[in-house]
């Protein structure tokens, strides 16, 4: 059977999204975990390395830029993609957010075609920042064909 591969990356969302527990597992992500908190969040992943996290940038317990800042000290995950959940954020928070090291962006309250497009940036390198280098997302398909070059040499 085609695409019977089962996705097998672990995500976790932080301060529970109605939303995203109906989306994920709709995609095929069976490995989601909820932490209430972002305190929570960071005991999850310190107990078990996850490959994505969706988070707001304010949650119960921890600001987003002290989650981020817990992510990349010693004994967090450093190299985790994080995706901010914009529920009507200013311009410059998500700004704050980008130069914390956020990896994609979803606003609120998101569709399956949203979090679909987040996830496969993510899977072929994410926004700017990096993202998932398509190890630690398995899709079941086959990888997008690289683009074509539109130019002569390097710039």
């Known amino acids: 059977m085609r695409n019977a591969r089962k996705k097998t990356a ?3 969302t932080v301060k529970p999204n109605p939303g995203l527990r109906i989306i994920l597992p709709a995609l095929g992500y069976a490995r989601v975990i909820e932490a209430a908190t972002a305190p929570e969040a960071v005991a999850l992943m310190r107990a078990e390395p996850v490959d994505l996290v969706f988070a707001p940038w304010e949650s119960p317990g921890l600001s987003g830029a002290a989650l981020m800042e817990a992510l990349r000290n010693p004994g967090g995950n450093r190299a985790v993609p994080v995706v901010l959940l914009d529920d009507g954020l200013a311009p410059a928070t998500v700004v704050a957010a980008v130069k914390a090291g956020i990896a994609g962006k979803i606003s609120l309250p998101g569709d399956i075609h949203e979090v679909r497009r987040v996830l496969r ?3 072929t390198g994410g926004m700017e ?3 998932l280098d398509n190890g630690g997302l398995e899709t079941g398909a086959p990888d997008p ?3 074509k070059q ?6």
Do not use: V
Not at 150 to 155: E, H, R
């Open 129 to 131: 920042n990096g993202g």
């Open 145 to 147: 064909a690289p683009a």
């Open 150 to 155: 539109t130019g002569g040499g390097d710039a």
């Open 10 to 12: 672990l995500l976790l």
């Open 121 to 123: 940036e993510m899977e």
